[in-house]
């Protein structure tokens, strides 16, 4: 008898618990529901019609746009005699000898006339570096300067740093832009 006593017992509580579980759930359904509703929308019909007001634009409202931002350009359609400000372009590489000439060509061709390059090779075992140095010589020949490129080769870090996160600390103490720029080896621009 008081085996069955136990035994009804243990249905009983197992059937609170299993009651409360689901009443739980249901708690927590409603409130995603109304989190739901209350967070602020996007109305993606006004997004896709600013989107087409702005590819429809011509080319001379783009150009008044950045010299309402810059000042007066040289009417060339260049940068050149807007006072831009210096950006530093900081690129940790690590045995990106796949990828980092692609990625630093596409940046030291670009016509933003204001930057340097900080390639930074993290201890790499491939021939990253070598690729990074024969591309500072060979911009001697193509761009006329090699001072935007600048190599900096690191063979150690210290403990509690990966490689990664003291690669790009050492770009930004290197650099000496207003603005920073951190960007992956294997990109192209």
């Known amino acids: 008898m008081d085996a069955g006593i136990d035994f009804s017992l243990f249905l009983l509580s197992l059937s609170i618990f299993v009651i409360a579980i689901n009443f739980s759930w249901i708690a927590i359904f409603i409130l995603s529901f109304r989190s739901n509703y209350r967070v602020p929308t996007i109305d993606r019909r006004l997004k896709i019609a600013q989107f087409k007001a702005v590819s429809v634009s011509s080319s001379s409202r783009v150009q008044q746009s950045v010299e309402n931002v810059f000042g007066p350009s040289n009417g060339s359609g260049h940068l050149s005699n807007i006072s831009l400000p210096f950006v530093s372009i900081i690129i940790p590489a690590r045995n990106e000898e796949k990828n980092i000439k692609k990625c630093l060509l596409s940046i030291l061709n670009q016509n933003y006339p204001n930057f340097e390059v900080l390639a930074i090779d993290d201890s790499s075992t491939d021939n990253t570096l070598r690729i990074i140095n024969n591309i500072k010589e060979n911009a001697r020949d193509t761009l006329g300067s090699s001072n935007k490129l600048k190599v900096i080769s690191l063979s150690s870090k210290p403990d509690g740093w990966t490689g990664k996160t003291w690669a790009s600390h050492q770009g930004y ?17």
Do not use: Y
Request: aromatic residues 12%; glycine residues 6%.
């Open 173 to 189: 103490l290197h650099a000496q832009g207003k603005i920073l720029l951190f960007t992956d080896a294997d990109t192209c621009f």
